[in-house]
């Protein structure tokens, strides 16, 4: 622009009019405005708040958020695929923290070990006791002096061989015609999560094409992670081939997206954990730990309880979810952790992982518990509750499934977690366990003393909770769990049956009149979730009671009749409609846990034996932790095995 001095006009120093100069501010602001504006489009929008926020290092700054992920509302479908609703106080500030260095001398070498044979499987010295004064903490001791297990020396831990004497293969025809009907669908839902969707996170099997969504931080390839186990042992051989050289060549972890720590926990590291224990192949155990190493920054809090959303960038910085009441973190979340974190630190020699979780489980275990029981909203800054919603299906389920999970994953030796279970399993008897008019056992919420006569879908894995935790409660009560879960797991399969569809809704009621049925239609939709043919799984390892195959056979019918559409499997939205109306979305829990629970439900229970496996909350299996027979197997970081069998 040219600003020329109009002759017999008054100008000031510059030699400008009043309107010249008010043009040209005008044009100075507009261009101040547009650069500061063009600041948001950058792609990473922690660079923002690199410059702007508080250089504080650990303690929590209250700031506003430019974070998309931690405003989605608890009924937005990213959450409902979490399984995190609920959850008030929607308008709550966020909390920020940063990345401290990460130290720490994790081993990333390849070492091609090739597939497992099963008859290379030796049980060694896996018949010893573990010793007494082998508790959970001693992984940090083991990490502290660097060792690490690997493949081999989980293998020769083991009691048996993970597939079984034959994969598992059952007998009888039917069971095993059944088995290969939930194989097919496997086969049928990747061949259209690979050819519309490849690389994406989930399929859209409508629309045909795939769904990244913004939960992984943009991490990739949510289905493929979480499918790796399934596809191996179903003995889908090409298609796991297909997927380990996806997670080999196109897995990158180099991410700078903003992910819940929870999801990535239990697909991604839970998912790469299981292949690299089922197969060996060296490439999982160098993603995962790689990929672990991302997620310490979020327990940097004043409390070490990690915050709900990570920035998976070198900034590290952490958010607690904009809906979660008054910037809190989430029981079932910061809870959730246990099983990876410690197999993180068995496999890199690393004690922070141990370190990180046994910090919020001394919280915990400390922490005054209204009536016992643990709410769903804690504050990590704080450390206390922030509210009392006590609920074993969404916001608080895995929690407890990782208690005694935690337990029997440690052979047996965590007696820390075996006596949180059990404190927990009785107050919940005491204040949230009901019985219907019509007879139907169920565990309603709980609201500060008031009860919600509710249960969702989520809290149905509680069934085969309940019966795996039976064997190792007190004598007088190891029937009484059985009994109850299998009342449970019989409550959610009536959710089930009163259905025109014969699938089950998001959440069940037992009030007003209603007996495991939705009253609302927000309620009424069912995406594929796996908990109740969880539950029918364990059941029937438990019990052998033919009435659990039965069931899960009902599931697969009502999947293929209403679920199944020409490019995969959809979500579908009322449950009581026997015209279905599609979500179009294939959720990658349905291939790493519905399809996964059925396949084992069908095959013998040599398949992934429980004395040896012990499944995530993703049905990812881990391998029991057999201390003293791992020390004996355990390599250095530097130098190989220490004892090369
Ligand atoms: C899965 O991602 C996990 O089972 C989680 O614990 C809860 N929600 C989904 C399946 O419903």
Redesign the pocket.
Known sequence: MVLRKLPGVSASGMGLRLSQKFVFLLFLSGLVTLCFGALFFLPDTVRLKRIFLSKNENPAVTVGSDNELSKKAPGDPEHQ???LKGGEGANAKLKVSRRPSVTHGARTVERSVGSRAQDEWSPARAQEPAARDERVTSAARDGERGSARDYEAFKKCSLKPALGKNRGTPSDSETLQRREKVKEMMKFAWDNYKRYAWGKNELRPLTRNGHIGNMFGGLRGASIVDSLDTLYIMGLTEEYEEAKEWVQNNLDLNSNGEASLF?VN??YVGGLLSAYYLTGAEIFKQKVVELGDKLLPAFNTPTGIPRGVINLGSSGTSWSWGWASAGSSIL?EFG?LHLEFLHLSELSGNPSFTEKVMNIRKLLNKIEKPHGLYPNFLSPVSGNWVQHHVSIGGLG??FYEYLIKSFLMSDKTDQEAKKMYYSAMEAIETNLVQKSPGGLTYVAEWRGGILDHKMG??AC?SGGMIGIGADDGPAEQKQHYLDLAAEITHTCHESYSRSATKLGPEAFRFDAGAEATATRLSDRYY?L???VIESYMYMWRLTHDPKYREWGWEAVEALEKHCRVDAGFSGIRDVYSSTVSHDNMQ?S?FLS?TLKYLYLLFSDDDLLPLEDWVFN???HPLPVIRKRCLQEHSVTPDHGQTDPE
């Open positions: 695929r979490a399984g999801e239990i697909r079932a959730t389920d895995s879908h989520l894995f995406i979730r796996p908990e959720q829990f846990e909350t993703e049905a």
